[in-house]
């Protein structure tokens, strides 16, 4: 699927410290919108090592932007092609959220590596990026994700860590403050019956890929930590307990009545 490496090319975006033209690329499929803002971490302990696997061939992989630890923007694929971030991926029924996604990349060692607090400088050059694109693009706050909520059941960056709240205070995305987490009834694997498919239709609206059969399988609690990891990082242990569903239940009230 890869083209030619990239010729060096001017930045979409004003933020943009350097070029390093990536190698993993082609054209975006059916002419779709560019309407997904996807934000990653790297899940790797050394950065230059994160941006050389970015832009080599070898990797199979690449993003249009990524964040340095000091907070520098790189570019590394240009907005009107497809980079190779999100892999395997869907929201509300349509796959290849490569086509129709602009991929960010976050220096950051990841859960496997400490899982380290991401750096003021980087939340300010997120935040600066996220309301460019979001302008230049039209990409709808409820459509500002994490690469856990396209894939959950493969990945979970940029994690409970990444500061959700900061943003949507900053007028970035879609967000409702937490339920609080006190008890009470709940729904966890093995659990089965109409509630259950209730709870899984929930999910469905508001975009996450499960199915809606009525069984709280291990695909159910991998989409419920997603949802924690974005929306309820208190606890991230995959039950559906009430601060789950209650906060759920007000981000579907929340969306855009054109949603």
């Known amino acids: 699927m890869s083209e030619s490496h990239l010729e060096p090319f001017s930045p979409d975006c004003d933020l943009v410290s350097a070029v390093h033209p990536a190698a993993n690329f082609n054209d975006r499929v059916d002419g779709g919108p560019i309407d997904v803002l996807l934000l990653h971490y790297t899940g790797m302990e050394d950065e230059d090592a994160a941006i050389k696997r970015l832009t080599i061939a070898e990797s199979s992989v690449s ?30 029924g349509v796959p290849d959220i490569n086509s129709r996604s602009i991929g960010v990349e976050i ?30 693009r039209h990409i709808p706050a409820e459509r500002i994700l994490a690469h856990s909520d396209v894939a959950p059941s493969r990945k979970q ?13 900053a007028g970035i995305g879609h967000y409702v403050e937490p339920a609080p987490i006190t008890g009470g009834r709940f729904f966890q694997r093995g659990d089965a019956g109409a509630p ?64």
């Open 63 to 92: 993003c249009h932007y990524f964040v340095k630890l000091d907070g520098t923007l790189l570019q590394f694929v240009p907005e009107d092609k497809r980079a190779w971030h999100a892999g395997i991926s869907a929201w509300h």
């Open 107 to 136: 220096a950051n060692s990841g859960h496997d590596f400490g899982y380290p607090e991401f750096a003021a400088p980087q939340i300010e050059t997120i935040k600066a990026l996220a309301i460019d694109c979001g302008r230049r």
């Open 157 to 169: 960056d940029p994690g409970e860590k990444f500061p959700w709240a900061e943003l949507f205070r």
């Open 196 to 259: 259950i498919e209730a709870y899984q239709s929930m999910l469905a609206l508001y975009g996450y890929s499960v199915e809606i059969d009525g069984l709280f399988g291990i695909a159910t609690e991998q989409v419920t930590k997603a949802f924690q990891r974005h929306f309820r990082p208190a606890l991230v242990d995959g039950i559906a307990d009430s601060s789950t569903i209650d906060t759920l239940h007000r981000l579907l009230q929340a969306l855009p009545k054109y949603r």
